[in-house]
């Protein structure tokens, strides 16, 4: 092998190839194929979060379809409108209502209106697996009539991970923003 380096060596420079030589082509060699990967990953994750993003706003606005069905058989005003994602692509719209003091929460093919006096606590829970991730990512919305559970991540995470972060800062958001809302701080 080292003869077969040599001759090819010899044949393009007219010197003997070195160790270092060697070494220099081998990183050449894969400063090539990291340039070349980074190239693709970037116009590929370009593609991959335009898509995620006209996804996002697709089922958003199919939920605000849904919203404005309420609005006009219930007779509320929803000023304001959050929209949230889970990590099975299903759109969580949240809506408010300061002048009857109520807000909506809309689901693919469901919606709930909860009124501030029907309004008892809103929190985040999660499951805890194998001491290093967490699973079940739900807001657990409590009324004087029932628990609505909606889900933010079902699958595993790291809590230090950057689906781990934005899933649990997404639900933490939501349960702040319901609590905010319905049991204003004094």
Known sequence: MGT????LDT??????????SIIQYILLVLLVIFTVFNFYNLTT??????????EFKRTLALL?????????????????????????GQGILL???KE??????????????????????????YEQCDGKKITNIVV???????????IFGTREYRP???????????SEEFATRVTEHLRPPL
């Open 45 to 54: 994750g370009k593609k991959r979060r335009k898509a995620a993003q006209n």
């Open 64 to 88: 605000e379809q849904d919203a404005m069905k309420v609005v006009k058989k219930e007779k509320v005003a929803f000023e304001t409108k959050v929209g949230y994602m889970n990590d099975q």
């Open 11 to 20: 044949a393009c420079y007219g010197r003997p190839m070195t160790t270092t």
């Open 100 to 125: 009857h003091e109520l807000l909506g929460i809309f689901l693919s093919g469901e919606h709930h209106i909860i009124r501030k006096d029907e309004f008892v606590s809103a929190k985040q829970r």
């Open 4 to 7: 077969l380096f040599t001759k």
């Open 160 to 170: 230090t991970g950057y689906l781990g972060k934005f899933i649990l800062s997404d």
């Open 140 to 150: 657990e919305v409590e009324t004087t009539s029932s628990v609505l559970t909606i």
């Open 95 to 97: 809506t408010f209502d």
